[in-house]
């Protein structure tokens, strides 16, 4: 008989995007050991990261607290003070160079997401290469398929297959997958994206995933209902805004509306990928156009 995973629900609602529930079901379940206790409580401050609520980790995970939640702590505070994010790059480089317990699968997760978000893809995967937790492979096959390596992306997910075909997270990795492979496989992304939504519930993260595979079939006006519905649910959130910035231009939009959302994701998201990228390209543009600029003539 299979063993009953005590943190099912709890997984689910963190891994689909649905922070609060994921919370409220932490704070409901009695899981049975310590280390279900300790991963019980791993997984809900999580959810508060997802809600950008970095305070209430940092304010309640303590110094005395197992190793799991140190590092989620550690992840909370490189997200909330960029000041000090120097220090914490350099204390993890250490702690990294020297020994930590490969067995902790958690330390491992918010190191390479410290190093994800850095823009260290090299250090990230170093690291997660290490484990061979199911959260851990679908971070390396995002990383993966952010260098444009669908190819290995690929091989990685017959790992998770191997693991656990079933799971949540991978299912969640295979339609990354699909989505990034194109053609027929955009409509089985969306169908995966449908399928999890069906069974727990639609959230930001399922529309935005629905979103990008229809945009990617053309289907305009469809995505511009999923990403309204997305907008009604969470009108900050990070890769709504992105989809809603590349659709309204697909859609031919005034500018000022793409640029009305950009706006909003500077704001809310100015460490995000696609807002730093999108800075540079500016600085570039700009050190570009003063090699361009009309002499005037004497």
Not at 63 to 81: I, K
Not at 201 to 223: E, F, H, M, R, V
Request: aromatic share 8%.
């Amino acid at each position: 008989m299979a063993e009953v995973d005590e943190l099912f629900e709890v997984k689910n609602a963190l891994y689909t995007g649905n922070f609060q529930h994921c919370i409220n079901e932490a704070q409901k379940v009695k899981p049975s050991g310590d280390d279900a206790r300790t991963l019980k409580d791993v997984l809900m401050y999580r959810a508060y990261l997802g809600q950008r609520k970095y305070g209430v980790v940092l304010d309640e995970i303590r110094p005395s607290s197992d190793g799991p939640l140190q590092a989620v702590r550690m992840l909370a505070d490189y997200l909330s003070n960029e000041i000090n994010r120097p220090k914490i790059i350099s204390a993890l480089d250490k702690k990294v160079s020297s020994s930590y317990d490969l067995s902790d699968a958690t330390f491992i997760l918010m190191a390479a997401n410290v190093y994800y978000l850095e823009g260290n893809l090299d250090a990230a995967l170093k690291i997660l290469h290490q484990s061979d937790d199911l959260e851990c492979i679908a971070l390396m096959i995002q990383i993966y398929l952010k260098m444009d390596r669908v190819d290995v992306a690929r091989k990685e997910w017959t790992k998770m297959q191997e693991k656990d075909e079933d799971a949540t997270i991978s299912q969640l990795a295979q339609a990354w997958i699909f989505l990034a492979s194109g053609g027929d496989k955009l409509k089985d992304a969306y169908d995966i994206f449908q399928e999890m939504a069906d069974r727990n519930s639609s959230t930001p993260t399922l529309l935005s995933g629905q979103a990008a595979a229809y945009i990617a079939q053309g289907k305009y006006d469809d995505a511009d209902t999923v990403l309204q519905e997305s907008m009604d649910r969470d009108s900050n959130n990070a890769e709504t805004l992105i989809n809603m910035i590349v659709l309204s231009q697909l859609l031919g939009k005034a500018p000022e509306v793409s640029n009305r959302y950009m706006s909003q994701l500077k704001d809310s998201h100015r460490r995000h990928t696609f807002v730093e990228s999108y800075f540079a390209k500016e600085t570039e543009f700009d050190r570009l156009a003063k090699g361009y600029s009309p002499s005037v003539a004497n």
